[in-house]
């Protein structure tokens, strides 16, 4: 399968006062077109850093990184914003929703910054929210709605562009066990059944089952891959 993420000795140094913190060291990576990676490891490991990289959050120290044939770690901040906008959907532990919107205006936000009229966005939001199971709850606020109804918005919002990515940051860390596995459930279909290319930071091994691959970060490194049996 092609590769649609490479990062090469890709690095990451923070300046914490006096001295400088590597946090990742010469990381070679390839993520399939359509793969579903967990990404795992202690805390401080470098998880989060590495798929802040991949999803153009952040920007290496040195290295490569490739996605989709678009080296982002050429680009400037501007650039990379756009790149973001177009090309990934973010999801986090916290919702991040707009309180005062309701479901369906969520969801809606990120087409702002495109070229679609009103009613496009609209129908775009609409079928985003059908496709997470919410179409019955496109009218209700955020606090009107369980916290895994909430995750659902903050994913139909992350797909709604329809973007090439998917980057989930411990997406089920504030939820019970029965909505953490509806998310999971979910976000396997979006990768088996409409394609879409999932890197997933999570600490929970239950969650990783539900990806194609497990990587392992131990202090900077990727210490080991894991295949999933389908």
């Not at 490891?41 to 490569?64: R, Y």
């Not at 990120?110 to 929210?129: H, Y």
């Not at 459930?185 to 929970?204: A, E, S, W």
Request: negative net charge.
């Amino acid at each position: 399968m092609t590769a649609l993420v490479s990062t090469r000795n890709l690095t990451k140094t923070y300046q914490r006062g006096p001295e400088k913190v590597e946090v990742l060291h010469g990381i070679d990576l390839d993520i399939a077109q359509g793969d579903f990676v967990a990404l795992m490891g202690p805390s401080g490991s470098g998880k989060s850093t590495l798929l802040n990289l991949i999803g153009g959050l952040d920007t290496p120290t040195s290295g490569e990184i490739d996605v989709g044939g678009t080296r982002i770690d050429r680009m400037g901040g501007g650039q990379l914003a756009q790149w973001r906008s177009d090309h990934v959907g973010f999801v986090f532990q916290f919702y991040n929703l707009m309180p005062m919107l309701s479901a369906l205006k969520n969801v809606e936000l990120p087409l702002l910054l495109t070229n679609l009229g009103a009613a496009q966005r609209k129908q775009n939001a609409e079928i985003a929210l059908k496709l997470v199971g919410l179409e019955d709850r496109m009218k209700h606020r955020p606090n009107e709605l369980s916290g895994g109804q909430q995750q659902r918005v903050a994913i139909a919002r992350a797909i709604v562009s329809d973007p090439t990515l998917l980057i989930c940051d411990e997406p089920t860390g504030d939820l019970d066990r029965h909505s953490a596995e509806e998310i999971l459930n979910l976000l396997q279909t979006l990768n088996r059944q409409h394609g879409k290319t999932i890197v997933m930071v999570t600490h929970d091994p239950k969650a990783a089952e539900y990806a194609t691959h497990t990587l392992h970060l131990d202090k900077g490194v990727l210490v080991e891959q894991v295949a999933h049996a389908a």
